[in-house]
């Protein structure tokens, strides 16, 4: 068990909806991040936030946006699904993001979404 | 760019035989990196990193990895394989994020097929 936690573990939705994946972070972990995975595409990553606030970008689509509260949980917001988006969404967390800290990124065990 | 490579999609060996995972790896300066295993329908779990010091760094479940600056190379190893080692294997560098924050970059990962 790493400690950071996904909600809902699997989810099934009609393209056009919308949906909300929730992470909790490690205890103390300040630094959140979205990853994707496909099976084309692999793990990619998608955003990065830090106490609250975004850090860094990477592909991800203008329909997709998160945010981190202030109780450090995030959520990413999916809308407009097409049936392309149908993959495993990961939250990771670490304890800072400064580049040259030995932390380590610990990941969730993802939630499952299918388009249909 | 910071990059890593794994060149083989699955490696097989048969239970109780040294295993090795293979990972290269394109970074300026020098790399912080990661291998992380992925069960069946489980998320990533974190196995070990090298940051810096001993070239030989042990990690969870036995498992092993040696880094070869001259050959830009962090192979993952097992002295006896188990059935149960059976996965996905990523190896992963920390990478700058655009606004200078890290991210991890994975490689494609390996499937790791151990037979009885």
């Known amino acids: 068990d790493s400690g950071v936690t996904q909600t809902p573990k699997h989810l099934i939705t009609a393209t056009g909806q919308r949906v909300t994946l929730r992470c909790s972070p490690r205890?103390?972990?300040?630094?959140v991040y979205w990853y994707q995975q496909s099976l084309d595409q692999g793990l990619q990553f998608l955003i990065q936030?830090?106490?609250?606030?975004?850090?860094a970008k990477g592909n991800i689509l203008e329909r997709f946006s998160a945010q981190q509260f202030p109780d450090l949980h995030s959520e990413l917001n999916l809308s407009s699904l097409e049936l392309g988006d149908s993959a495993l969404y990961f939250c990771?967390?670490?304890?800072?993001?400064?580049?040259?800290?030995?932390?380590?990124?610990?990941f969730g065990e993802g939630s499952w979404l299918t388009v249909v | 760019a910071q990059s890593v490579a794994q060149p083989e999609d699955q490696v097989n060996v048969a239970e109780g035989n040294p295993l090795t995972v293979k990972c290269t790896y394109s970074?300026?300066?020098?790399?912080?990196l990661f291998w992380y295993v992925q069960y069946p329908n489980r998320g990533l779990q974190f196995l070990l990193k090298y940051i810096t010091g001993d070239n030989l760094v042990k990690g969870s479940y036995g498992f092993e990895a040696e880094f070869n600056k001259s050959q830009t190379s962090f192979h993952l190893k097992k002295p006896s394989a188990l059935v149960s080692d059976s996965a996905l294997y990523f190896c992963?560098?920390?990478?700058?994020?655009?606004?200078?924050?890290?991210?991890?970059?994975f490689g494609t990962g390996t499937r790791l097929l151990v037979s009885p």
């Open positions: 205890s103390g972990d300040l630094s």
């Open positions: 970074v300026s300066g020098n790399p912080y």
């Open positions: 990771a967390s670490a304890a800072t993001d400064v580049y040259f800290s030995g932390n380590t990124i610990y």
């Open positions: 936030y830090y106490n609250g606030e975004e850090r």
């Open positions: 992963a560098v920390r990478a700058y994020g655009d606004t200078g924050f890290q991210k991890l970059v």
